[in-house]
């Protein structure tokens, strides 16, 4: 008689331990780097250059947030870095037209928002892959931002707003924009793990069809992980409107790359069905410390892409070695 | 000793929080058909996952040949000549059927593939096989028994030694079943050994010639098949007599809970009607391809309907989508668990409440204690062998997992409940799980149809049959006046 099989147990201790597992493992590779980077270079570790990581990488945490939910899904959501740029453009075209700063976001949060929601209703109604649907929001939208600046920066925005880039907090002497950062995840993350919204991004992930017949209204799921993932991109755009003062059309070009590469690090994988937020955080922050500390060490912009490039295929590479095992 | 093809001996392997395996002994002759039973997760495809490369051993010795081995692939175990078709079918859906047969072995023509020769050996398999398909078309366009057809044609090409079957009849109709006897009469001729695993205990007598009876991972006894009996079978399967096989209730019969009028859906539905009613269970009996699974998703709403109505207890209700039809509650337990009923990589208890959210979320927010309540329960009721609730669903017995299938529907109230297959690869004990099951919702005034292939189940628990054949309702049986000659004849009435 096998007593395990005779009496089931309540306790989550598997799964428990594989998502702890996922963070440790991903919290361990950025540990390593720290100290690598260190002993190259004992600047690495100085509190300014920690808050210049933590920085540089906010927009990619944020969007690869969002950019998590989709994959979990088994999706992709390849129009955020033409998002970050438009929904900036918005809400700058929109303080410039003289709007109170939080009237001009909440614009270009919606407009974020109405991209994402586009894009799922052309993949849930329209049928499209979302490969094809958001690569061509993607191109449609950066030429909207274009065609919107005529290709020039809006600058001169008010300072109201351009502190929730940079400018320190009186918390921990951190910038407003880690906060926000912080929050988000904190929201964000909440949602994919405790809420209903949550269970059936992964079930659709896991399998569509079990989910759509167990009752689960898949389409209005779907469109609303396309709608926080362009949401979040939005958010993303306000921060780094902010941090340089003006929008650009040409903002975030290539960063939906560098939020999959984030997810991927952090446990997601583009078959669907897993991913989690705190995984997602640590992986973006170990591309961040990768490209920060690669530069303090004085390495060439071209050998950094490489490494980065070996870095995402050798993360995904030990995962699946280790899930396998 | 030297006759044998494989010896498996003192075989243990374990997975956490399970012993699949203790010290079990196994061996094939040349020229046998050797099955292998036991309960739902009592290792029977642990045991040949490990002698096909699949899985490697804890403890033991694996000898093929007289040669010991060590699989570490199935690859390795394949170049011994050993083969197995899985439980759960494992095709490409998007390849055709011939390139699924020969994938991994296609015919080389320097280094492009040979279109043409391996077109013209599919077919010559299916036409072995007696199945008349064109070997160019896609999988994805089979339905389950078709596919089980390609996955024993598959076996079957690879001229292996040994072919492991793990369940190979439980989507397939009578005629295909007929037709794999066949074949495996001649494979015995020609010096085959075949291990041939099955809940399905009636065909044994047709095929086995010996008979290994596993009970939660430990041996209880190898027996010629001639000097037993199916009750001993069982006795050993279950550790206790079963008393009976299909524990029918007499209930009063009331009124129509639910009726289909005229519906007709795609191509494999034409004008189907028929009632559910009180106190009755209703079976739905036919040939696999005859509509029935097309009938019950079409009025789930998981497909689409050209025409017809719906009724639940006299007035007319809509439905379009899986949603409304759960709403209204009418549920619908799918055929095909891996495709359509199971979240595969989810824990047991997210699959269980995955349609119950509304029970265990408040503002949105889940509550996974209520979760993990409503599973255990789930477990509790329908004796699921788990280590944890939250084990992943795939590494539960495929039997235990069709559990889970038929649990995630029990948890709300519902008017008529559906069930397509609903004992599919399901042990004789926990078959009688759930006729009992179907007792209770019966007795409680539930709507009850389920719809079948196996002949002996639908005359055993069904009250009233509705016999389906190319798309429409061919009879309409009491109980009493059926039989399986009178449903064949129904069954194919256009054919
Ligand atoms: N990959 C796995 N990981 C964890 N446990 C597993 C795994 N595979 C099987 N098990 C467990 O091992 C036991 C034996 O499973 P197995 O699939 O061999 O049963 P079975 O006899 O084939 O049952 P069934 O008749 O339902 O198919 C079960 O308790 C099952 O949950
Ligand atoms: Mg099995």
Same mark, same amino acid.
């Given at each position: 008689m096998n007593p395990a099989a005779a009496k089931?147990?309540?306790?989550?201790?598997?799964? @428990?331990?594989?998502?702890?597992?996922?963070?440790?493992?991903?919290? *361990?590779?950025?540990?390593?780097?720290?100290?690598?980077?260190?002993?190259?270079?004992?600047?690495?570790?100085?509190? @300014?250059?920690?808050?210049?990581?933590?920085?540089?990488?906010?927009?990619?945490?944020?969007?690869?947030? *969002?950019?998590?939910?989709?994959?979990?899904?088994?999706?992709?959501?390849?129009?955020?870095?033409?998002?970050?740029?438009?929904? *900036?453009?918005?809400?700058?075209?929109?303080?410039?037209? *003289?709007?109170?700063?939080?009237?001009?976001?909440?614009?270009?949060?919606?407009?974020?928002?109405?991209?994402?929601?586009?894009?799922?209703?052309?993949?849930?109604?329209?049928?499209?892959?979302?490969?094809?649907?958001?690569?061509?929001?993607?191109?449609?939208?950066r030429g909207l931002a274009l065609f919107l600046t005529q290709g020039i920066p809006i600058g001169s925005l008010p300072k109201t707003f351009t502190q929730i880039g940079t400018q320190r907090n009186w918390l921990l002497n951190v910038p407003n924009q880690v906060w926000i950062m912080f929050i988000l995840a904190l929201i964000f993350g909440f949602i994919l793990a405790k809420t209903k919204v949550g269970r059936y991004t992964y079930a659709m992930g896991s399998n569509y069809e079990a989910t759509r017949l167990s009752g689960v209204n898949v389409n209005r799921t779907l469109i609303i992980v396309y709608t926080i993932s362009a949401f979040l991109a939005a958010w993303a755009g306000m921060i780094m409107t902010a941090n340089v003062i003006s929008a650009a059309p040409t903002a975030g070009d290539g960063y939906e790359l560098d939020a999959v590469a984030s997810s991927v690090i952090g446990g997601a994988s583009t078959l669907g069905g897993e991913g989690i937020v705190p995984g997602t955080v640590l992986g973006a922050l170990v591309i961040a410390t990768l490209r920060n500390g690669l530069n303090l060490s004085g390495a060439s912009p071209f050998i950094q892409k490489m490494i980065i490039g070996i870095v995402i295929i050798g993360a995904v590479f030990i995962d699946r070695f280790r899930r396998t095992d | 000793m030297g006759d044998f093809l494989a010896e498996l001996i003192d075989i243990s392997k374990s997975f956490p929080?399970?012993?699949?395996?203790?010290?079990?002994?196994?061996?094939?002759?040349?020229?046998?058909?050797?099955?292998?039973?036991g309960e739902n997760g009592s290792g029977k495809s642990t045991l040949m996952k490990i002698l096909?490369?699949?899985?490697?051993?804890?403890?033991?010795?694996?000898?093929?040949?007289?040669?010991?081995?060590?699989?570490?692939?199935?690859?390795?175990?394949?170049?011994?000549?050993?083969?197995?078709?899985?439980?759960?079918?494992?095709?490409?859906?998007?390849?055709?059927?011939?390139?699924?047969?020969?994938?991994?072995?296609?015919?080389?023509?320097?280094?492009?593939?040979?279109?043409?020769?391996?077109?013209?050996?599919?077919?010559?398999?299916?036409?072995?096989?007696?199945?008349?398909?064109?070997?160019?078309?896609?999988?994805?366009?089979?339905?389950?028994?078709?596919?089980?057809?390609?996955?024993?044609?598959?076996?079957?090409? +690879?001229?292996?030694?040994?072919?492991?079957?793990?369940?190979? +009849?439980?989507?397939?109709?009578?005629?295909?079943?007929d037709e794999l006897f066949k074949i495996i009469h001649v494979l015995k001729q020609e010096g085959h050994g075949i291990i041939y695993i099955s809940h399905r205990l009636?065909?044994?007598?047709?095929?086995?010639?010996?008979? +290994?009876?596993?009970?939660?991972?430990?041996?209880?006894?190898?027996?010629?098949?001639?000097?037993? +009996?199916?009750?001993?079978?069982?006795?050993?399967?279950?550790?206790?007599?079963? /008393?009976?096989?299909?524990?029918?209730?007499?209930?009063?019969?009331?009124?129509?809970?639910?009726?289909?009028?005229?519906?007709?859906?795609?191509?494999?539905?034409?004008?189907?009607?028929?009632?559910?009613?009180?106190?009755?269970?209703?079976?739905?009996?036919?040939?696999?391809?005859?509509?029935?699974?097309?009938?019950?998703?079409a009025i789930f709403g998981a497909d689409k309907k050209e025409s017809g109505k719906l009724f639940l207890h006299g007035e007319e209700i809509h439905i379009h989508k899986p949603v409304d039809a759960i709403e209204a509650g009418v549920f619908c337990v799918p055929e095909d668990r891996k495709r359509d009923g199971l979240c595969i990589s989810m824990p047991v208890y997210q699959n269980a409440t995955l349609?119950?959210?509304?029970?265990?979320?408040?503002?949105?927010?889940?509550?996974? /204690?209520?979760?993990?309540?409503?599973?255990?329960?789930?477990?509790?009721?329908?004796?699921?062998?788990?280590?944890?609730?939250?084990?992943?669903?795939?590494?539960?017995?495929?039997?235990?997992?069709? /559990?889970?299938?038929?649990? /995630?529907?029990l948890v709300k109230p519902a008017h008529v409940i559906l069930f397509d297959e609903p004992t599919r690869g399901i042990d004789v004990g926990a078959k009688v799980d759930i006729y009992n099951l179907m007792n209770d919702l019966k007795e409680k005034g539930i709507g009850v149809a389920f719809v079948s292939s196996e002949l002996p189940e639908i005359l055993g628990m069904a009250d009233r049959i509705v016999v389906m054949c190319e798309g429409r309702v061919t009879a309409e049986l009491d109980a009493s006046e059926a039989s399986q000659e009178v449903i064949m004849q129904y069954a194919t009435q256009y054919m």
């Open positions: 089931p147990t309540i306790h989550t201790r598997k799964k @428990m331990s594989r998502q702890t597992r996922q963070i440790v493992s991903t919290a *361990g590779a950025l540990l390593i780097l720290a100290i690598v980077f260190t002993i190259a270079n004992p600047n690495f570790i100085s509190s @300014m250059n920690i808050l210049n990581i933590l920085k540089q990488a906010t927009p990619i945490i944020i969007i690869a947030i *969002g950019q998590t939910f989709v994959l979990i899904t088994s999706g992709i959501d390849l129009s955020i870095g033409s998002v970050i740029a438009c929904s *900036g453009i918005v809400a700058a075209i929109c303080m410039r037209a *003289g709007l109170p700063v939080w009237l001009s976001m909440t614009g270009g949060l919606l407009f974020g928002a109405g991209v994402g929601a586009l894009n799922g209703v052309l993949i849930v109604y329209g049928k499209l892959p979302a490969f094809i649907a958001t690569m061509g929001t993607m191109t449609t939208i | 929080g399970v012993k699949a395996l203790d010290h079990v002994n196994f061996d094939l002759k040349a020229g046998e058909v050797h099955a292998l039973v096909s490369g699949v899985y490697t051993k804890d403890e033991g010795k694996i000898i093929v040949n007289g040669q010991e081995v060590e699989f570490q692939n199935p690859r390795q175990a394949q170049d011994k000549g050993i083969c197995i078709i899985h439980q759960e079918l494992n095709l490409c859906r998007h390849l055709s059927i011939a390139e699924n047969i020969y994938l991994g072995r296609e015919p080389n023509r320097s280094f492009l593939v040979n279109q043409k020769k391996q077109i013209e050996d599919a077919r010559k398999i299916l036409k072995r096989l007696d199945v008349d398909l064109d070997p160019t078309t896609r999988v994805s366009e089979l339905t389950v028994s078709k596919q089980q057809m390609v996955e024993i044609g598959k076996a079957i090409s +690879t001229n292996a030694k040994i072919i492991i079957m793990d369940e190979p +009849t439980s989507a397939l109709t009578i005629k295909e079943i009636d065909e044994l007598a047709s095929v086995a010639d010996r008979v +290994t009876v596993i009970r939660d991972g430990q041996h209880i006894i190898t027996m010629d098949y001639k000097d037993t +009996t199916q009750e001993n079978i069982i006795r050993y399967m279950v550790g206790r007599e079963l /008393k009976e096989k299909f524990p029918r209730i007499k209930t009063h019969i009331g009124e129509t809970i639910f009726e289909v009028k005229n519906l007709t859906a795609g191509k494999a539905v034409k004008n189907v009607s028929f009632q559910v009613r009180e106190g009755e269970i209703l079976g739905i009996a036919g040939l696999m391809g005859a509509g029935r699974t097309e009938t019950v998703r349609p119950n959210m509304e029970k265990v979320t408040v503002n949105g927010i889940v509550n996974t /204690k209520k979760e993990i309540a409503i599973a255990e329960e789930m477990i509790e009721e329908l004796t699921i062998k788990t280590p944890t609730v939250s084990q992943t669903v795939k590494n539960l017995s495929g039997g235990n997992q069709q /559990k889970v299938v038929v649990g /995630k529907w």
